[in-house]
């Protein structure tokens, strides 16, 4: 058995390794045409549009190392029933859970290279893909947003601890490569939802433990509101630097700019947690958490529904027609998985329903088709 499992997981990683590099160079390619029309605009450069493609490769091997395990897998199993050599594992006594087991420990193998790009590589990557695209074209990482970017904290009464005593909007105008950020607006409010304070800085730049420092900033404070016989009073002042203690860090802001479904567990975890306690819609990023907890394990799903292809011999349809076969279940696992995420955000489903239905579902296909061949 050993020299059978070593013999399966060396001809199913060298397929999925040429699935896999066909699929990057495809999408790269596309990627690569849509970056050519950004060229000679400001600083960008050939070198940076391919510095931008070549980053993005990671995202890409995470998003679909399940459809080229499936592929690859496929085209293994349908290699060894056309030419009888599962028919005789079988005949040595090789069972279909035997069989199974087999797959399973190759797609640990994957798993893990799956969770090592979904989990650092890819998120990284990306990250330093729009810095340099970012750099080269002289833009911010916030001009696709009108008004600027816009998110909140609460106030503390010991600064990061202690009774909550009000709520903090941050609005930015631009945020730089090196997570700076210029054009700041600060409007604090009360328990009663009153603003009581406006604080207007040119630039903002982080110097650790929860404190950014402001450069430039008129304080504007408004008094509580008053009865009628009393004046109103407002005070402004102007000071060359002010430093305010927020829970909203440069990590959180970065969030902000990357798609949930290419960010790391630990980034989800902390923005959902962060949204939650501003009361904000947390349920993209828990549905996009739980995604990214188990999409790793659809790899597995995906060698069970490579097996029946095993069962079927050269009269039930060519090597290249079951591949084509794969390509289509692989797609419509892709496309479902979508589907269904988008389905559970309008319709409001528990985020774990959400992100396991799609693999469950897919996994009873294989269960039924492996039924079914073995009847057969």
């Not at 990671?58 to 290699?79: C, D, K, N, R």
């Amino acid at each position: 058995m050993k020299i059978l499992q070593r013999y399966f997981a060396r001809e199913i990683f060298r397929a999925v390794f040429f699935v896999m590099l066909a699929l990057l160079c495809l999408f790269s390619f596309f990627d690569l045409l849509i970056e050519l029309q950004s060229l000679n605009q400001g600083n960008y450069r050939l070198s940076n549009a391919l510095q931008y493609v070549l980053l993005g490769m990671p995202g890409y091997l995470y998003e679909f190392m399940p459809i080229a395990v499936l592929i690859g897998s496929i085209y293994v199993m349908a290699q060894f029933a056309s030419n009888s050599e599962f028919t005789i594992m079988r005949a040595a006594s090789l069972s279909s859970t035997q069989a199974g087991w087999m797959l399973f420990k190759v797609g640990l193998g994957f798993i893990i290279i799956t969770f090592l790009f979904g989990e650092l590589l890819a998120p990284a990557a990306t990250r330093q893909a729009k810095k340099i695209k970012a750099a080269a074209l002289g833009t911010s990482l916030s001009q696709e947003f009108r008004t600027g970017l816009w998110t909140k904290d609460l106030i503390r009464k010991d600064g990061l601890s202690g009774k909550v005593i009000g709520t903090r909007i941050l609005n930015v105008k631009e945020v730089t490569p090196n997570r700076q950020l210029v054009g700041v607006k600060l409007f604090e409010f009360d328990d009663d939802f009153n603003m009581n304070r406006e604080i207007v800085a040119q630039h903002g730049e982080y110097v650790g433990k929860n404190v950014w420092r402001l450069v430039e900033v008129t304080d504007t404070t408004f008094p509580k509101t008053l009865s009628s016989t009393e004046v109103l009073t407002v005070h402004s002042e102007k000071m060359p630097t002010k430093e305010i203690i927020s829970e909203v860090t440069p990590n959180i802001l970065s969030v902000l700019f990357l798609d949930p479904d290419r960010m790391s567990t630990l980034d989800l975890v902390a923005f959902t947690r962060h949204l939650a306690e501003n009361k904000q819609d947390s349920e993209r990023y828990e549905i996009a958490l739980w995604k990214k907890i188990t999409y790793p394990f659809a790899v597995l799903v995906m060698m069970a529904l490579a097996l029946p292809f095993a069962y079927l011999h050269a009269r039930s349809g060519g090597v290249s027609f079951k591949i084509f076969t794969g390509i289509m279940i692989g797609m419509g696992f892709y496309l479902f998985n979508s589907l269904f995420s988008h389905l559970g955000l309008l319709n409001t489903w528990p985020a774990p329903v959400t992100a396991i239905v799609p693999s469950l579902v897919f996994l009873g296909l294989a269960l039924m088709g492996l039924r079914y061949v073995e009847r057969h």
